[in-house]
């Protein structure tokens, strides 16, 4: 009997990642108040593993022998991190404090299943190029980043935003690390090309 894979996310972007590996998945939001967890940390790379265990756990309490896939992920500049800037007018501001410059994606995933939980942070380093106001402003009327950690959609129009990307996976910056992901699923028994 195949074992359920059920992602512990409402986000669009990962249902669309997972959904490349050809897995039969179910997706639930894993209703998780992620401004307390903020709160309560101040190191990026601890606030970004507790959201991501955070959110399987809380799916996990709801499903039996379930394999529960809980991701997160924040961008950090001088290590501050840029929450989803919510309107475009918030979008604007960030992007103009990040043009010219270098900032760091983290993106955590936390794996829930019979024999304990694992978990992975994948940090990918960007750099944006300059940027005219009206090129940040006609990019963020095009592509509407609202809901995007650092105002952008890397897999949309945003990549013409950058100079330079350095990443160990490419799909992390989208929000999942297929890769890792990839291996961690396999030595759980689900079937991957």
């Keep these: 009997m195949a074992q359920t ?6 986000s669009p972007y990962r249902r669309q990642l997972l959904e490349r590996l050809g897995l039969s998945f179910k997706a639930e939001p894993p209703g998780v108040d992620e401004d307390a ?20 756990e809380a ?12 991701c997160d992920q ?3 500049v001088d290590g501050k991190l840029l929450d989803k800037p919510g309107t475009a007018a918030a979008a604007i501001e960030q992007l103009q404090g990040l043009q010219g410059r270098e900032h760091f994606l983290m993106t955590a995933v936390a794996i829930v299943h019979k024999k304990g939980v694992a978990e992975f942070v994948d940090t990918a380093n ?10 940040i402003e006609r990019y963020v009327a095009a592509d509407q980043p609202i809901d995007c950690a650092g105002s952008y959609k890397i897999e949309s129009r945003g990549i013409a935003l950058f100079e330079r990307i350095e990443a160990a996976d490419q799909s992390a910056i989208m929000g999942l690390p297929l890769l890792r992901l990839c291996q961690e699923l396999r030595e759980l028994g689900i079937p991957l090309p």
Excluded: F, N, W, Y
């Design 59 to 70: 799916v996990a309490g709801k499903t039996k022998d379930a394999i529960v896939i809980g």
């Design 74 to 76: 924040l961008a950090i």
């Design 5 to 10: 894979v059920v992602l512990a996310s409402s």
């Design 37 to 56: 967890i903020k709160k309560s940390l101040s190191e990026p790379s601890e606030i970004v593993r507790k959201l991501a265990r955070a959110k399987a």
């Design 126 to 135: 960007l750099v944006m190029r300059k940027l005219t106001k009206a090129e």
